[in-house]
């Protein structure tokens, strides 16, 4: 997935895309599953939908490709 994204004037490329249930345990929702699995994936920075959790890395440095 190359999906680029913006959120607060930052890049991020987005690694993946998770439903909010999945980190669900017994009613409750589990941010710590949440930060665990960022880090098992390799992802700098969590943002969220309404839905998902979405897994990204900062973009550092971007160049223009024409």
Do not use: P, W
Request: charged content about 30%; proline content about 0%; some cysteine.
């Amino acid at each position: 997935m190359n999906e680029i994204m913006s959120h607060n004037g930052k890049l991020y490329q987005v690694k993946r895309r998770v439903a909010e249930h999945n980190f669900t345990f017994k009613d409750k929702l589990e941010l710590k599953a949440v930060e665990m699995y960022m880090k098992h994936i390799g992802c700098d920075h969590v943002l969220r939908d309404q839905t998902h959790f979405i897994f990204v890395e900062t973009v550092q440095e971007a160049q223009i490709v024409e």
